[in-house]
């Protein structure tokens, strides 16, 4: 497996999807990722250093983890089938593990939040970055991000039923 960090976030420029792009540490290969709207909002906001008044999902289950004196130790992107990427969640509690299968989404919102280490099976990092997202490599960090915030500003909340995964 291959220790990543979160590189960034986009906005594909066709679909108007974000995108996590997740970097390895020790190299220069990434990984872009098409999630949702509000898995988006939640990386986001725990990049920036946010908070909402209330818990979103993501600082509710590491509430609950704490309370619970449990640890994310990683989180793994393991697969790639029929354009759907799979992960888990391991946990731990004393000498117990526990493997939860989860979204990479969920998984990395989580993992930003209990600074737990994310790692990807190697054959899914895209050697030409490049190729694999054209429009948004061109952009600096500054005019992703601002387009994404600009974006999520924007979105109804009924447009939330429209997202197809």
């Given at each position: 497996m291959v220790e990543v960090k979160v590189w960034g976030l986009a906005l594909d420029d066709k679909s108007k999807v974000p995108?996590?792009?997740?970097?390895?540490?020790?190299?220069?290969r990434r990984l872009p990722i098409w999630i949702g709207p509000s898995e988006a909002n939640a990386i986001a906001m725990e990049?920036?250093?946010?908070?909402?008044?209330?818990?979103?999902t993501h600082d509710l289950l590491a509430a609950i983890l704490h309370g619970l004196k449990a640890i994310v130790s990683r989180v793994e992107i393991t697969d790639l089938r029929d354009n759907t990427f799979f992960a888990r969640i391991l946990i731990e509690r004393g000498p117990e593990v526990l493997a939860v299968d989860a979204r990479p989404s969920d998984s990395v919102a989580l993992a930003l939040r209990m600074h737990a280490p994310i790692f990807v099976e190697p054959r899914l990092m895209a050697e030409d970055f490049e190729a694999a997202l054209p429009e948004q490599a061109a952009k600096s960090e500054e005019e992703k991000a601002e387009e994404l915030r600009r974006w999520i500003e924007e979105l109804n909340p009924k447009d939330f039923g429209k997202f197809q995964m």
């Open positions: 995108v996590v792009i997740l970097q390895e540490v020790q190299g220069k990049m920036e250093g946010k908070k909402f008044q209330r818990p979103l």
